[in-house]
């Protein structure tokens, strides 16, 4: 590699040039003369610079082809880059795909920023108790300086899934660490919220008291409605009510219903980072020395690693200094991991399944021919099979008019479109197939016989 050039490009990067570094970078690339791995390290920082020029739509383009040179071993890097930026393009699914290659790269020394990164895209998702899962691991993380922000928003993962004694739990644990005023005042706020939900009035007072007693933060919406409840109960003697309140509306809790995302550079590893839903001071207490928060965005990009985890340790023993906050973790996951398993065998008991009853019938319909080895139940013999399929009418958009579900067996009542344009009713049986269903027999259904 042409190292002036690179030096030169690193440089321009440095003094915010950024136009100027991407076109030394593509420079350097163009020299040739690349040893194993230096092809893969340029195209991640032309992705970077792509990214300061607020294109992310081009740095996957480049972080892609640094995914290709396979001598470059900065995979989970790479891949939280790209789950960053597909994130920034509002394309969650790609985004939660790039930040599991992330987290399963064992090299990865900061995997915290994969599983917050993960967690925010699977919250716009709408999949609260997977990004509760992810913001877990990332609070887990010993690399993580900040459990704070997780804690928080698996917090707000418990109040979207209804769980708020669970949210308290989690804001409780939280509290534990330092940060910076603003944040524990949303923190305190969340909280309020959370104990309302619970019915606990005057602890829920209290919060919200804390939360804006320095006078520089001020109450969302419905964190002020819940606040106006919790003062009424409290005036008229009712400090815990044995029936909780509705739940108030959950977009006061810091959450972006927008799809906003917050650009920032805490390291190489997330250049756009969407992972917090709420304004935070960058931490930069315990950096080495040299450091500041105005220059620590950039100067994480030319860290050495033995700087890097000499931070990474410094913040850790700042933040870990009470014993039972990992204690008090480790109950909230376990919590999740009932509700989520609770919640699985009542959805089995109510004949729900993946791929459910729909989906197995519109699949045998739409090529009766293709999916005969795949969707019948092992007991259905060759010739009742066959039987069977002589009855199907192929049609690729199937009307599902009704399903009977029970846990074991299923039934599916369906209209197909005949090829000479008349129609044909059919009733499907199914059974439980594992977390599935198979058809275990086929028959016209005629609704005025039965």
Same mark, same amino acid.
Request: proline content about 3%; glycine content about 8%.
């Given at each position: 590699? !042409?190292? $002036?050039l690179f030096s030169q490009a690193r440089a321009l990067y440095e003094s915010k040039n950024y136009e100027g570094a991407l076109a030394v970078f593509t420079q350097c690339l163009q020299a040739g003369g690349l040893a194993p791995g230096e092809m893969g390290l340029i195209y991640h920082r032309i992705g970077n610079c792509l990214v300061k020029a607020k294109? +992310? *739509?081009e740095a996957i383009q480049a972080y892609t082809q640094a995914t290709a040179d396979t001598a470059y071993d900065a995979v989970g890097s790479v891949n939280c880059n790209l789950g960053m930026a597909y994130a920034a393009l509002h394309d969650y699914e790609d985004a939660v795909r790039h930040f599991e290659i992330a987290v399963s790269d064992a090299k990865y020394a900061t995997p915290y920023k994969a599983y917050s990164g993960m967690g925010n895209a699977l919250m716009k998702l709408g999949k609260s108790a997977e990004a509760g899962i992810a913001f877990r691991n990332a609070a887990l993380d010993e690399a993580n300086p900040d459990p704070t922000k997780a804690l928080l928003n698996l917090g707000v993962c418990f109040m979207a899934l209804n769980r708020p004694a669970d949210a308290v739990a989690s804001y409780e644990s939280a509290l534990q660490f330092s940060m910076q005023p603003e944040t524990k005042n949303k923190l305190y706020a969340n909280l309020g919220q959370a104990y309302v939900a619970c019915g606990q009035?005057?602890? *829920?007072v209290n919060a919200f008291e804390t939360a804006i007693a320095d006078k520089t933060y001020f109450l969302s919406d419905s964190a002020s409605v819940d606040y106006q409840r919790a003062v009424g109960a409290v005036a008229q003697g009712s400090a815990e009510i044995s029936q909780a309140l509705p739940a108030a509306d959950m977009s006061g809790l810091d959450v972006a219903a927008d799809g906003t995302q917050m650009y920032s550079d805490p390291d190489a590893t997330a250049i756009i980072d969407p992972s917090y839903y709420y304004d935070q001071e960058e931490y930069v207490e315990g950096m080495p020395e040299g450091y500041s928060a105005a220059a620590a965005e950039d100067r994480f990009f !030319? *860290?050495?690693d033995e700087e890097l985890e000499q931070w990474s340790k410094g913040l850790v023993k700042q933040e870990r200094k009470r014993k039972g906050v990992g204690l008090k973790i480790a109950i909230v996951i376990i919590v999740l991991i009932l509700a989520l398993f609770g919640g699985a065998m009542f959805a089995y /008991?109510?004949?729900?399944? @993946? +791929? /459910?009853? $729909?989906?197995v019938v519109q699949e045998l319909f739409a090529d009766p021919e293709a999916a005969a080895d795949s969707v019948f139940a092992n007991g259905v013999d060759e010739a009742s099979r066959d039987a069977m399929l002589n009855l199907v009418s192929a049609d690729s958009d199937i009307t599902v008019d009704g399903v009977n579900k029970t846990m074991s067996n299923s039934e599916v009542f369906a209209t197909a479109q005949t090829a000479d344009g008349g129609e044909m009713q059919y009733k499907i049986s199914l059974v439980r197939d594992i977390i599935g269903w198979k058809v275990s027999?086929?028959? @016209? @259904? @005629?609704a005025s016989q039965n």
């Amino acid at each position: 590699m !042409n190292n $002036e050039l690179f030096s030169q490009a690193r440089a321009l990067y440095e003094s915010k040039n950024y136009e100027g570094a991407l076109a030394v970078f593509t420079q350097c690339l163009q020299a040739g003369g690349l040893a194993p791995g230096e092809m893969g390290l340029i195209y991640h920082r032309i992705g970077n610079c792509l990214v300061k020029a607020k294109n +992310p *739509a081009e740095a996957i383009q480049a972080y892609t082809q640094a995914t290709a040179d396979t001598a470059y071993d900065a995979v989970g890097s790479v891949n939280c880059n790209l789950g960053m930026a597909y994130a920034a393009l509002h394309d969650y699914e790609d985004a939660v795909r790039h930040f599991e290659i992330a987290v399963s790269d064992a090299k990865y020394a900061t995997p915290y920023k994969a599983y917050s990164g993960m967690g925010n895209a699977l919250m716009k998702l709408g999949k609260s108790a997977e990004a509760g899962i992810a913001f877990r691991n990332a609070a887990l993380d010993e690399a993580n300086p900040d459990p704070t922000k997780a804690l928080l928003n698996l917090g707000v993962c418990f109040m979207a899934l209804n769980r708020p004694a669970d949210a308290v739990a989690s804001y409780e644990s939280a509290l534990q660490f330092s940060m910076q005023p603003e944040t524990k005042n949303k923190l305190y706020a969340n909280l309020g919220q959370a104990y309302v939900a619970c019915g606990q009035m005057q602890k *829920a007072v209290n919060a919200f008291e804390t939360a804006i007693a320095d006078k520089t933060y001020f109450l969302s919406d419905s964190a002020s409605v819940d606040y106006q409840r919790a003062v009424g109960a409290v005036a008229q003697g009712s400090a815990e009510i044995s029936q909780a309140l509705p739940a108030a509306d959950m977009s006061g809790l810091d959450v972006a219903a927008d799809g906003t995302q917050m650009y920032s550079d805490p390291d190489a590893t997330a250049i756009i980072d969407p992972s917090y839903y709420y304004d935070q001071e960058e931490y930069v207490e315990g950096m080495p020395e040299g450091y500041s928060a105005a220059a620590a965005e950039d100067r994480f990009f !030319n *860290a050495s690693d033995e700087e890097l985890e000499q931070w990474s340790k410094g913040l850790v023993k700042q933040e870990r200094k009470r014993k039972g906050v990992g204690l008090k973790i480790a109950i909230v996951i376990i919590v999740l991991i009932l509700a989520l398993f609770g919640g699985a065998m009542f959805a089995y /008991t109510q004949g729900y399944g @993946f +791929p /459910t009853q $729909e989906m197995v019938v519109q699949e045998l319909f739409a090529d009766p021919e293709a999916a005969a080895d795949s969707v019948f139940a092992n007991g259905v013999d060759e010739a009742s099979r066959d039987a069977m399929l002589n009855l199907v009418s192929a049609d690729s958009d199937i009307t599902v008019d009704g399903v009977n579900k029970t846990m074991s067996n299923s039934e599916v009542f369906a209209t197909a479109q005949t090829a000479d344009g008349g129609e044909m009713q059919y009733k499907i049986s199914l059974v439980r197939d594992i977390i599935g269903w198979k058809v275990s027999n086929i028959e @016209f @259904f @005629f609704a005025s016989q039965n």
